[in-house]
């Protein structure tokens, strides 16, 4: 028996090598996962345009999350509840700890890496609390082209 | 050749003493006899032009300048050519240099020479605006080389009139001071002058021109203030909102403060926060956030925020507190928000904040101290009303950020001196936000500040800025001991000052309180207090 199973294996052996499916990753989603837990911010969202797959995926907040945490220890379980209720973690990082980042990584000191996040934590709040000004008010107090504290993060300024 | 006649040099003396001898006539007619006179010194020097055009003639100068700076010719030709083309008559010789300039340029250099000369002569008869050629140099030689010479120096020249500009906004202070108001008119109108030949659009022209603005409503509209005073509460609101965007000032205070009672409410379940003009409540957002994310949980926290009565039945601070507690209902921080309404701050009696004896308090001043200091003989001075019942409130921190700046000496030229080196210094530092129109907003802001500074007095003045030197002996002397601000404090400062990508601003520490400078000029200072316990068993950690 073994032989002729070991036998229809070799006699099938030929065929099989040429119709032998490629490794496809978006068979492997928990493998895709962990590739693109590894990628910077910005080949993230390139790689959300690749294919639907890949854009669930890539918009999952907990990709997100790791990257804003990443080289700094990890923050009590209390901030992921903040955070999410705040407008989530891709938005805290595309708006805050990016630029704070690439800012204060011009003048690098290593005692201020766990408290960019907190900077970055408490920026993004005062920008929650004006979105929340913008949708809930009668429309006088702060209207569509009104300031967003994060503005000076996104202009760059030329010194 | 001669150009005009030179008998008629003796003719500007007697122009001089006719304006010493009136007894002060009402404004319109002292300017217009110094017009008269400007105009008998022009003409006695030989020139067939008035004072009015002179700003015209000097527009036109500029553009003169920049045509022959643009000129593709060569300016070579200019030396040949012997056309008269009668210099005297200012306005239509300017004119017809610049017709020629757009055309092959035909005017000989000693026609442009001579009125150079005759100007340095008469340079020191009036000080309204001159042409740009004259000034610099002193000896001209009637060559070709000097033009060019001339030309080249004409950056110097608006740096040289910048601080012209400053030196005549000394005078007219010091003439305010005096009293003598028909100078200062006069001054003035020399300044608007000035200012057409400076850059308006940065620099020192733009802070002169407030300045202008600030002295021209104190001589004509009197010092009650009028319309200084007279923005909106949703006005201010706004542009205190648009300068928060613009620059770090109120973020450092924001921050600073935020951190200072996040520390002295650490351990404390049960907080009340004292906020002296909520505005938008931008301040608030981040300190629930943080006190939500503390190790150990967040403590009940209850808001006061005082402002100023809404005019049209809209509650505009039960508004800000439901958004504040919209936020917090987000983090899951238990908030209490109540509003005062007050116009003036010494109003507010201790017992509208309702403060529960076992909460830990926290009052909280941004630039709203200093409004106090105006004092009223009939009353007792507001100031102490109100720090004897701050410190009746037994609060945990009080965190009081102000501007560094000497803006309450009794003297006006010294507070006018004062404000010009603050505001000049401020104003550069806002070169670097280029967000608009935060920018924009953010300069009226500081417009309105410059104004009640420089234009008005008494009741009306209400920026009174004091130093930190002064606060701190007031304070002691009210019975509170500083509190140390902390490293923490400094860091995130230098953090946040670091994301405003501007090289220029400072933070600094000065004896437990921290200072936000422009190139180590501080401009705002925010320190801690305590209350001095009487002996009671409360000691603070």
Redesign the interface.
Known sequence: MVENHSREDHETGGENKEKRPKFFINDHVDILIEILERLDGRSLCVAASVCRLWCTIARNDSLWENLCFRHVSPP?S??R??VL??GGYKRLYTGCVR??RS??G??RRA??AG??V??S???F??D???R??GS??NG???EK?????L???C????? | MVLYDSATLGGSCSGSSSSSSSSKPPPLQQRQQTQQDIDGFLAGAGYRVRSSELRKVAQRLERLETAMVNSPADLSQLASDTIHYNPSDLASWVDSLLSELTQPPTCPSEFIMDPVSNQTVVSDAWTTAEPHMPQVHQNISYEQQSLNNQLTVVPAMEEDSGIRLVHMLMTCAECVQRGDFSLATSCLEDMQGLLTRVNTVCGIGKVAGHFIDALSRRIFQGIGGGSVNGGSA?ENELLY??F??ACPYL?FAH?TA?QAILEAFDGHDCVHVVDFNLM???QW??L???L??R?G?PPLLRLTGIGPPSPDG?D?LR?IGL??A??AR???VRFAFRGVAASRLEDVKPWMLQVNPKESVAVNSIMQLHRLLGSDPNRNSPIETVLSWIRSLNPKIMTVVEQEANHNQPGFLDRFTEALHYYSTMFDSLE????Q??KALAEIYIQREIANVVSCEGSARVERHEPLSKWRTRLSGAGFRPLHLGSNAY??AS??L???????YSVEENDGCLTLGWHSRPLIAASAWQAVSDGTADFPA
């Open positions: 009590p209390s901030v509840s903040v209720a705040l630029p704070v800012r204060l011009r003048v005692t201020w408290d960019e907190q900077l934590l408490s920026l709040c005062v929650y609390y004006e929340l000004g809930n008010s006088r107090l702060v082209s009104s300031p967003s504290s503005m000076f993060l202009k760059p300024v030329n010194v | 949703y909102h648009h928060y965007e973020k921050f935020n938008h409540g931008l957002p981040a629930i956030q943080a939500a994310l190790p949980g809209r505009s508004e958004r504040l919209e936020l987000s983090v899951n670097a936000c280029t967000v129109p935060n860091k995130q953090m946040l670091t994301l405003f990508s501007a090289e220029g």
